[in-house]
């Protein structure tokens, strides 16, 4: 059974930092891509980033710059470094483990972290 959990979520202020994790289980985690959607009230699901099985790095152009995505295969889990967080970047954020690019709703989700970026 495929479990990506999320963590790190939370209500902060802008201009600060958050630190995501997800812990994969079930999968070959090595193997995957990995990335980070958000998704905010009324508006479609985004890339946030997406760290390929080789380390290939894409970012979404709201987050570039302010926004690191890392991965650790020794320990499943795929991290998102968020700074200098403005009140745009609230959303629930997910996880997701796929094959193959970026786009669309393809691979495995999560159930979503909340981050709540107040003014």
């Known amino acids: 059974q495929v479990q990506l959990v999320e963590s790190g979520g939370g209500l902060v202020q802008a201009g600060d930092s958050l630190r995501l994790s997800c812990a994969a289980s079930?999968?070959?985690?090595?193997?995957?891509?990995m990335a980070w959607y958000r998704q905010a009230p009324g508006k479609e699901r985004e890339l946030v980033a997406g760290?390929?099985?080789?380390?290939?790095?894409v970012y979404g152009d709201s987050v570039r710059g302010r926004f690191t995505i890392s991965r650790d295969n020794a320990k499943n889990t795929v991290y998102l470094q968020m700074d200098t967080l403005k009140p745009e970047d609230t959303a629930v954020y997910y996880c997701?483990?796929?094959?193959?690019?970026?786009?669309?709703?393809?691979?495995?989700w999560g159930q979503g972290t909340q981050v709540t970026v107040s003014s």
């Open positions: 997701n483990a796929r094959f193959g690019s970026f786009v669309g709703r393809s691979g495995f």
């Open positions: 079930g999968i070959i985690f090595s193997v995957n891509n």
């Open positions: 760290i390929t099985s080789i380390f290939n790095l």
